[in-house]
């Protein structure tokens, strides 16, 4: 009985990581800030908010650890939306919070994202923030601080 009821759940689990595909090699390219790429295909008719199998769009990727200004500036210009959110609720400004990355933060927020978002676990960018290292920590702060007493 257990095994029967157990096959409709491993066939679900199956159907999901199928379903979540191999990711698209624009991801590479935004992950390596391969800027002047990302732009030719952009031209050539990318959506800038394409999104991978796991919800992330373009721009959470190029907000994480790997990516950098110039891509999120791009994708920025070509109509990304700075408030687009994942599966958990989280928005690029939420990543590059997490990772202390100070000059994309305020690149998101010039470019329109909001920094009162909240993920589904109730955290905005502020409460996402880095932990370490003290000085880039404390200029997200205060950018973000600022941003949201506008």
Same mark, same amino acid.
């Given at each position: 009985m257990r095994i029967i009821l157990l096959i409709p759940i491993l066939m679900m689990l199956a159907g999901c990581v199928q379903r979540m595909g191999k990711e698209p090699d624009i991801f590479k390219t935004v992950r390596l800030n391969e800027y002047?790429?990302?732009?030719?295909?952009?031209?050539? &008719?990318?959506?800038?908010?394409? $999104?991978? *199998?796991? *919800?992330?769009?373009? =721009?959470? $990727?190029?907000?994480?650890?790997? *990516?950098?200004?110039?891509? $999120?500036?791009v994708l920025l210009k070509a109509g990304a939306d700075p408030n687009a959110l994942t599966s958990q609720g989280r928005s690029p400004l939420h990543i590059a919070a997490g990772w202390c990355q100070?000059?994309? $933060?305020?690149?998101? =927020?010039?470019? *329109?994202?909001?920094?009162?978002?909240?993920?589904?676990? &109730?955290?905005s960018p502020l409460d996402a923030t880095c932990s370490s290292p003290e000085i880039p920590r404390q200029e997200v702060v205060q950018i973000l601080r600022d941003a949201m007493s506008r």
């Open positions: 002047a790429q990302v732009a030719h295909e952009i031209n050539l &008719g990318l959506d800038p908010n394409t $999104v991978n *199998g796991v *919800g992330d769009s373009l =721009l959470h $990727v190029a907000t994480g650890a790997r *990516g950098g200004y110039e891509v $999120v500036d100070s000059d994309i $933060v305020r690149r998101l =927020l010039e470019g *329109g994202a909001d920094p009162h978002l909240t993920a589904n676990d &109730g955290r």
